[in-house]
């Protein structure tokens, strides 16, 4: 079992940052990928950014050149930095990590309103 918990979110106004941590512990040695997701009241969650175990990285398009998905060499961080922030990014952000048998983990979330 893996448990992940975030921090770094908050209030910010429209064009600036926020950089989003996800402590990691657990089972890290099982974790295939690692996400940030997004849910915005009456929407959806969605995907954010996904960083595979191989390196690579994928962004929802709404986000590419704007958000940056990270992690430290022992797996017990993630990051997301997120620049240039909009109106419609406000949400609540979820780290999840899916293991190599395909077993997802969530944490609590954490709140990030961009607002003037």
């Known amino acids: 079992q893996v448990q992940l918990v975030e921090s770094g979110g908050g209030l910010v106004q429209p064009g600036g940052s926020l950089r989003l941590s996800c402590a990691v512990s657990?089972?890290?040695?099982?974790?295939?990928?690692m996400a940030w997701y997004r849910q915005a009241p009456g929407k959806e969650r969605e995907m954010v950014a996904r960083l595979f175990h191989g390196g690579s990285t994928n962004y929802t398009d709404s986000v590419k050149g704007r958000f940056t998905i990270t992690k430290d060499a022992a797996n017990r961080a993630m990051y997301l930095q997120m620049d240039s922030l909009k109106r419609e990014d406000t949400a609540v952000y979820f780290c999840n990590t899916v293991s190599f048998r395909g077993i997802s983990n969530w944490g609590q979330g954490t709140q990030v309103t961009v607002s003037s």
């Open positions: 657990g089972s890290i040695f099982t974790i295939d990928t």
